[in-house]
């Protein structure tokens, strides 16, 4: 393949041709660049492209992409588009021979519940004997091996590589969980959906889509590329899905639907339901895990298997990592962690709690979270009578101060109770000090995260489930 045969299929303003070099990769990470590979110079919100076109060059790039114009290098080829994204996934693909052609593809977005709902769709299939590579919050899963990758949806030419490794590897299927960020910057462009699953919608990510609208419009480009679409019309903007999309099956717990799951019940720790007639058993306690569950159950039905068969297959999936993780301990404390960063999921796993529990919960937000999703998480944790230890998230660009003062904002309108700890291994070990024989103490929002930023976009490396045994090895040992 060489810049002819990239030229006949992407969109481009001008070109001008200096090799006729075999094109092999594509990336936009200069550092990334190998032999034959196209560099693609993006102007992101952190970082312009064109600024390491030199670096890409040194490091055996042949072919540069830009969206203006730049001085010229002997021997290097240079495209020039109007959209640097588009022309990413367009070379990717075209790279890449289209490799979600040659699987089933089912991706999953909404603000809550992607990560699990995708991990029980590739749990069933595996345990259906149809190998699943699963894209998402806590990296890639390809035959069960792990691969690190940094974003909930990686870049486009990311993922290819993965699905063509998967094809190479001779996986059946793929599930990824599509953000709204992936979506409207067209990481997945040109992926062949077969089937899209939308769980629900609520307040998160203003900063970047500034109203709720811009932020269901950028969901919605899921649906609009994919063959079968799937949508839980207990939401309000699940409603609004099928309304856009008449072909959308649906799913839900209340109202009606294609796929309802009735006779809902909690028996001996684990959820009991049915769906047209077959019963299934989920082994997890909270409401909002059933409306997870049936989003795959229906997305793998779809896909051509029974549901007696997907119920079987259901039984022995145990949970996520850091979704309602329980951290095993001595005390007698219920000590939780979860990814939690959404003032809905604060709320889903609060009301998830036996109500004669006490529950303290342990938690910041993003410095990169608006005002008024700070102070709602506040507010909710305050109206079901969580005690709120307030830390440190990740701050980033703001500072953890102005962040606490908006959180507890939301408390004292609720005349919550509260105290505010900055370090975050501080703040768990409080919060465990205070807990009783029973107590639920909820750590929120890091998840399976390894790392927090305390300035700016800076990783430094943290892990939850290391900090809070190593709080209960200090206390056990005092």
């Known amino acids: ?26 990336t936009n990470d200069s550092r990334k660049i190998e032999k034959g590979g196209v560099f693609v110079a993006i102007s992101g919100m952190e970082f312009d492209g064109h600024r390491f076109i030199d670096k890409a060059i040194a490091n055996g790039t042949n072919t540069i992409v830009v969206t203006e114009d730049v001085s010229q290098n002997e ?15 367009q070379i990717s693909n075209v790279v890449c021979d289209f490799p979600s052609k040659k699987l089933r593809v089912i991706g999953v977005t909404g603000t809550n519940g992607k990560t699990t709902t995708a991990s029980m769709i590739s749990h069933i299939l595996e345990h259906l004997n149809s190998p699943c590579t699963n894209i998402g919050t806590n ?4 035959a069960k091996e792990k691969y690190e990758t940094p974003n909930t949806t990686p870049e486009i030419c990311e993922i ?22 992936g979506l409207y910057l067209h990481r997945l462009d040109g992926i062949d959906f077969d089937v899209a699953v939308f769980n629900n919608l609520s307040m998160e990510h203003m900063d970047f889509h500034k109203n709720m609208e811009n932020y269901f419009d950028a969901k919605m480009i899921l649906f609009e590329n994919a063959k079968k679409k799937i949508a839980n019309v207990d939401d309000e903007y699940g409603r609004k899905a099928k309304a856009r999309f008449e072909d959308a099956y649906t799913f839900s717990l209340e109202n009606e639907s294609d796929f309802k799951a009735e006779n809902v019940e909690l028996i001996d720790g684990k959820m ?25 159950i229906v997305a793998v039905n779809l896909l051509g298997y029974e549901l007696k068969d997907i119920a079987k297959s259901l039984e022995s999936f145990t949970g996520v990592e850091a979704r309602f993780e329980f951290v095993k301990n001595d005390m007698g404390i219920n000590i939780v962690i979860d990814f939690a960063h959404t003032p809905k999921a604060f709320e889903n796993i609060y009301k998830s709690v036996p109500n004669d529990k006490r529950k303290i919960a342990v938690y ?29 998230d990740d701050p980033k660009f703001d500072t953890y101060e102005n962040i606490a003062d908006d959180i507890v904002s939301g408390i004292e309108e609720e005349n919550g ?47 939850e489930k290391e900090t809070v045994n190593e709080v209960l090895d200090e206390l056990k040992n005092k």
Do not use: W
């Open 160 to 181: 290819n590589k993965i699905l063509k490794l998967s094809v190479e590897k001779k996986i059946d299927n793929a599930v990824v969980e599509c953000s709204s960020h």
């Open 364 to 392: 910041g937000m993003s410095g990169d979270r608006t005002r008024e999703i700070r102070h709602e998480v506040g507010k909710i944790s305050a109206e079901n009578n969580v005690f709120s230890v307030v830390t440190t």
């Open 1 to 26: 393949m060489n810049l002819t045969d990239i030229l006949d299929k992407i969109d481009y303003i001008d070109y001008t041709k200096n090799n006729d070099d075999e094109i092999t990769n594509v």
């Open 139 to 142: 990296g890639t899963f390809i």
């Open 272 to 296: 009991h339901f049915e769906i047209k007639n077959v019963k299934f058993v989920l082994n997890r306690f909270a409401l909002f895990d059933v409306y997870n569950a049936v989003a795959a």
């Open 417 to 463: 109770e509260y105290v505010r700890i900055k370090d975050r291994k501080s703040a768990i070990k409080h919060a465990i000090e205070m807990a009783n024989d029973g107590d639920f103490v909820l750590l929120l929002g890091k998840g399976q995260e390894n790392f927090i930023k305390l300035k700016g976009n800076e990783k430094t490396p943290y892990s």
């Open 75 to 89: 021997g290097i080829n240079y495209i020039k588009v109007k959209d640097a994204r588009i022309a990413l996934a």
